[in-house]
């Protein structure tokens, strides 16, 4: 099993970003993905989830109407456009795969960086 989370960097504010998550060795397509942000000194913070058929969509309040999470079953990949970035968005940008039960099948990549700052 394997989440490997590209597409992270240095921006300006008010830049965008693409994050890629490409997943391999289980069924992508059964699984709900989810991106998490961590900064320093921070707790591990839930940022956009989608559920397997990507009818279901949710955003934490801090990045409703700028990010926007989508996913490719057939390249079973997850992403995250983040339009609009903020220096608050500075973070380690984590990708999470889950599906009941969730004890068992919960799956996490490294996590790309993401620093805004001019």
């Known amino acids: 099993v394997q989440l490997v989370e590209s597409g992270g960097g240095l921006v300006q504010p008010g830049e965008s970003l693409r994050l890629s998550c490409a997943a391999s060795g289980f069924t992508f397509s059964v699984y709900d993905m989810r991106w998490y942000r961590q900064a320093p000194g921070n707790e591990r913070e839930l940022v956009a989830t989608i559920s397997s058929g990507g009818d279901s969509i949710n955003y934490a309040d801090s990045v409703k109407g700028r990010f926007t999470i989508s996913r490719d079953n057939a390249k079973s990949t997850v992403y995250l456009l983040m339009n609009s970035l903020k220096p608050e968005d500075t973070a380690v940008y984590l990708c999470?795969?889950?599906?009941?039960?969730?004890?068992?099948?919960?799956?996490w990549g490294q996590g790309t960086q993401v620093t805004v700052s001019s």
């Open positions: 999470n795969a889950q599906r009941w039960p969730t004890r068992r099948y919960n799956y």
